[in-house]
């Protein structure tokens, strides 16, 4: 079992920044992709960003390519996703989610992110 604790939503004015921490908890010894969703009011969840645990290697959609970071702590099972240049259309709850080597996957349970025009 893994637990997902995500934090650092918030509301702010596009062109903003916010920094969101997904803190895994539990057995993570076998993680082999720690990544974001979100989903917007009305539309289906998409996939934001993602980093193998191992390697650190990192992949995001293109809408966010270019203002959003996402990283790791090396010391700890923590993965932070650094959000630049905010747009309204960024406005979603945000979902932390890891992958398994064995396939599983473990959800967080979201944290809200609203961006004002």
């Known amino acids: 079992q893994v637990q997902l604790v995500e934090s650092g939503g918030g509301l702010v004015q596009a062109g903003g920044s916010l920094r969101l921490s997904c803190a895994a908890s539990g057995d993570t010894s076998s993680t082999y992709t720690v990544g974001w969703h979100r989903q917007a009011p009305g539309k289906e969840r998409e996939f934001v960003a993602r980093?193998?645990?191992?390697?650190?290697?990192?992949a995001y959609a293109e809408s966010v390519k270019g203002r959003f970071t996402i990283s790791r702590d090396n010391a700890g099972s923590t993965v932070f996703l650094q959000m630049n240049t905010l747009k309204p259309e960024d406005t979603a709850i945000y979902y932390c989610y890891v992958n398994l080597r064995n396939g599983q996957d473990y959800w967080g349970q979201g944290t809200q992110v609203t961006v004002s025009s």
């Open positions: 980093i193998r645990w191992s390697g650190y290697s990192t």
